[in-house]
């Protein structure tokens, strides 16, 4: 088995908003098989993202992240599943993903790394990709049994929202009716 861990980044954004602490985490978990399911964690990511304060841009990050590695579970594996979870660290929050599949592995996990390495003749910007959008990486593969990727991106720019108004965007229902 081979693993690869990035220490954690210091957020992109220097202006850190608080935010209260909700009492149950938003998790998400779903099963991705189609290009359907790419889309769908896609939409509940940037919803939970925006939901718990996320900045459009950084949003957009977590979405595009989150699509990386579900484009990677249905070309290589065909089948595995996406957690979403809300993570929460001392003075900060963020969102973990861990996309999970049962594929043949990765056997070189420096090289699959490489910005424009591809076994399958794409550009070979996912992983790489991944890894640049979010604070934290780490991959462990084993071939033949599969691979696992966790990420986190914590909150470099959260909006500004009052204990209430951060209570009450987690009751509502995410954008263009996505359940969580």
Known sequence: MT?????????????TAS???????????????SDQDI?????????????????SGDAT?????????ARN????ARKGQIILRMVNNLN???ILVVATDEGPGISDIPQALQAGFSTSGSLGLGLP????????????SQPGRGTTVAVKKWDGQLQRLSPTETANRQRQPPPNNVPL
């Open 19 to 33: 935010v209260a602490v909700l009492s149950a985490p938003a998790n998400a978990q779903m099963a991705i098989n």
């Open 3 to 15: 693993s690869i861990t990035d220490q954690p980044r210091e957020a992109s954004h220097c202006k």
């Open 39 to 55: 889309v769908l964690a896609r939409q509940k990511g940037r919803a939970l993202a925006t939901g718990i304060g996320f900045a």
């Open 129 to 140: 990709g991944v890894r640049r959008l979010m604070d934290e990486f780490e991959i462990t």
């Open 73 to 76: 579970i249905v070309s290589y």
């Open 92 to 94: 900060r929050q963020g």
């Open 61 to 69: 990050l977590i979405a595009t992240a989150i699509s990386e590695l």
